[in-house]
């Protein structure tokens, strides 16, 4: 069984920084695209970042582009996010999502293109 676990989320000040993380189990490697989205209550799932596993090429929020860093490491079947410069307006729950593919270049960050989902973790940012 595919499953994919998010960590990292907490508590900080404006300007802080957190590292989220989400391994991938069930699968030796997944090839195909990764992305974290983010829903703050009353708000849309949107998209924040998304990287192919693949080839690695990014994609970014314009609210998060020069903050936010997505990355991956394949041998540990694991997708991050380091988030610096920390806002309120970043607060909500954060998902990692998946799906296996044979696609290269930019992955989309619409929620529709994912069928993998984490259950998410929240990160609060105070002012």
């Known amino acids: 069984q595919v499953q994919l676990v998010e960590s990292g989320g907490g508590s900080v000040q404006a300007g802080g920084s957190l590292r989220l993380s989400c391994p991938v189990s069930?699968?030796?490697?997944?090839?195909?695209?990764m992305g974290w989205f983010r829903q703050a209550p009353g708000n849309e799932r949107e998209g924040v970042a998304t990287i192919n596993t693949d080839d690695g090429s990014t994609s970014y929020a314009d609210s998060v582009k020069g903050r936010f860093t997505i990355s991956r490491d394949n041998t540990k079947n694991t997708v991050y996010l380091q988030m610096n410069s920390l806002k309120p307006e970043d607060t909500a729950m954060y998902y990692c999502a998946a799906v296996r593919s044979d696609f290269r270049g930019i992955c989309p960050p619409t929620t529709d293109w994912y069928n993998l989902w984490g259950q998410g973790t929240q990160v609060t940012v105070s002012s």
């Open positions: 069930g699968y030796s490697y997944l090839s195909g695209c």
